[in-house]
């Protein structure tokens, strides 16, 4: 069974660079589309990329200026960089995986980030 | 981008009822919706992929049907465990979206 697991900051000032990475374990990080998903305290779910292991990316235009995603084949990781953040991107963050005629099979229990100085 | 719309907001049954969540999406999304129900503190869990592929190991009482710009997600025989919110998501094109969820309540 596929785990995924995020790790970062819990707390990024205004205007800095929130980083998350997620690592997968129980298969490899080749056979997936991996995405980053974001939830605002009490609000609705927000996808914000996909990545797959070949390195080919897709972001959400709402977003796409400021993230950067990114994959590590060798450590089975995958991340995500947000640039230039505001309190409007607080929000408990998940990864999560699909292969390619499915819906988010897998998905990491989330990591609350918080944006405040 | 798709917008993914649904309805109730809010729905309130009662131990063994059926009931029936609709996806309703601003252009045609196929069949390439999944269903998720997501608790407290929880993160999604998909129920059905592909519009009506019943994930491994969710109950039977789960089904969704639909294609194009209209789909539901049916819930018979409501059991307690069940009582969460659930989210709609079309992943016909980039970018994903999701609708903004159906609280279901215990009435």
């Known amino acids: 069974q596929v785990q995924l697991q995020e790790s970062g900051p819990g707390l990024v000032k205004p205007s800095g660079t929130l980083a998350l990475t997620c690592s997968v374990s129980?298969?490899?990080?080749?056979?997936?589309?991996w995405s980053w998903i974001r939830q605002p305290p009490g609000k609705q779910l927000e996808w914000i990329g996909e990545i797959h292991f070949t390195g080919n990316t897709n972001s959400n235009p709402s977003l796409q200026s400021r993230v950067t995603i990114s994959v590590d084949t060798s450590k089975n990781q995958f991340s995500l960089n947000l640039n230039s953040v505001t309190a409007a991107d607080t929000a408990v963050y998940y990864c999560?995986?699909?292969?390619?005629?499915?819906?988010?099979?897998?998905w990491g229990q989330g990591t609350m980030v918080t944006v405040s100085s | 981008d798709i917008q993914m719309t649904q309805s109730p907001s809010t729905l309130s049954a009662s131990v063994g009822d059926r009931v029936t969540i609709t996806c309703r999406a601003s252009?045609?999304?196929?069949?390439?919706l999944g269903w998720y129900q997501q608790k407290p503190g929880k993160a999604p869990k998909v129920l059905i992929y592909?519009?009506?592929n019943l994930e491994t190991g969710v109950p039977s009482r789960f089904s969704g049907s639909g294609s194009g710009t209209e789909l539901t997600l049916t819930i018979n025989n409501l059991q307690p465990d069940d009582f969460a919110t659930y989210y709609c998501q079309q992943y016909k094109s980039y970018p994903y979206t999701f609708g903004q969820g159906t609280k279901l309540e215990i009435k």
């Open positions: 592909k519009a009506s």
């Open positions: 129980g298969d490899s990080i080749n056979t997936y589309y």
């Open positions: 999560a995986g699909r292969l390619t005629t499915r819906a988010f099979d897998f």
């Open positions: 252009q045609s999304v196929s069949v390439w």
